[in-house]
């Protein structure tokens, strides 16, 4: 395949969909008339809150986002996180030898009994050791900064994709459209999750509670026509 490799493979990006799909089915009456009306990150989350312990999906649109970001900077943050994380395992390789060096130093202390020089070898190796340790400690401190930071990152493009995709008005709101609109967040942008989603003609957005829904959104929109009109 030429260009850029697919972050998110369409097969992962269809299970995404369909898992989606499902609990908004399912669950469609709880959240639907909120999310509808939503114009803010708040309300977004708000909106969501009836469902967000249905899948660990939904943590990025009710996580606390950052102030502002881009997808760039995301990339960014990623490959620097990538960095720290290389830089963390040799760390913790190295603290591991300088455990075994320590070890072994006190070993022979205790197998050959009181000696200045070995002593002074286990002092040594102990000293190292322990700023090893410290190393490994300060770089476990800043990826999980850095990972806060993504998380926070993720949650301000995959929230900002949500409300703009309910701003567009260009589909018809529904949990099919919303599922092909965000299973690909946070990793590709809410256009692109719903064309790559809508060549798969997997699934229909005709369940009860779907039905439930337009019947009681057309009744409140007009509430003096009859019930044989609105249905």
């Given at each position: 395949?030429r260009?850029?490799?697919?972050?998110?493979?369409?097969?992962k990006?269809l299970n995404?969909?369909?898992?989606?799909?499902?609990?908004?089915?399912?669950?469609?009456?709880?959240?639907?008339?909120?999310l509808?009306?939503?114009?803010?990150?708040q309300?977004?989350?708000?909106?969501?809150?009836?469902?967000r312990?249905f899948t660990a999906f939904?943590?990025?649109?009710?996580?606390?986002?950052?102030?502002?970001t881009?997808w760039?900077?995301?990339?960014a943050?990623?490959?620097?996180?990538?960095g720290?994380?290389s830089?963390?395992?040799?760390?913790?390789q190295e603290?591991?030898?300088e455990?075994?060096?320590?070890?072994?130093?006190?070993?022979?202390?205790?197998d050959?009994?009181?000696?200045d020089?070995?002593?002074e070898l286990?002092?040594?190796?102990?000293r190292?050791h322990?700023?090893?340790?410290?190393h490994?400690?300060?770089?476990?401190?800043?990826?999980?900064h850095?990972?806060?930071?993504?998380?926070?990152?993720?949650?301000?493009?995959?929230?900002?994709?949500?409300?703009d995709?309910?701003?567009?008005k260009r589909y018809?709101f529904?949990?099919?459209?919303?599922?092909?609109?965000i299973?690909?967040l946070?990793?590709?942008g809410?256009?692109q999750?719903?064309?790559r989603c809508?060549?798969?003609?997997g699934?229909?957005p005709?369940?009860l509670?779907?039905?439930?829904?337009?019947?009681?959104?057309?009744?409140l929109?007009?509430?003096s026509?009859?019930?044989?009109?609105?249905?």
């Open positions: 395949m260009g850029r490799p697919q972050i998110l493979s369409d097969e990006l995404r969909r369909q898992k989606l799909f499902e609990i908004f089915e399912f669950r469609w009456v709880e959240f639907a008339w909120e509808q009306r939503a114009k803010s990150f309300a977004l989350r708000l909106a969501l809150h009836p469902i312990d939904f943590e990025t649109f009710t996580y606390e986002p950052a102030k502002e881009t760039q900077d995301l990339r943050l990623k490959r620097k996180w990538s720290e994380r830089r963390l395992g040799l760390a913790i603290e591991r030898e455990k075994k060096r320590l070890d072994r130093a006190e070993g022979a202390l205790r050959d009994g009181s000696d020089k070995l002593e286990c002092e040594q190796r102990k190292r322990a700023m090893a340790r410290e490994v400690a300060g770089l476990t401190e800043r990826l999980e850095i990972n806060e930071n993504i998380r926070r990152q993720e949650a301000f493009l995959a929230q900002s994709e949500f409300l995709f309910l701003r567009s018809a529904n949990p099919l459209n919303i599922a092909n609109a299973a690909g946070p990793y590709i809410w256009r999750s719903m064309t809508q060549k798969d003609k699934v229909h005709h369940g509670n779907m039905q439930m829904f337009r019947r009681v959104a057309l009744a929109a007009n509430p026509c009859e019930s044989r009109a609105c249905n």
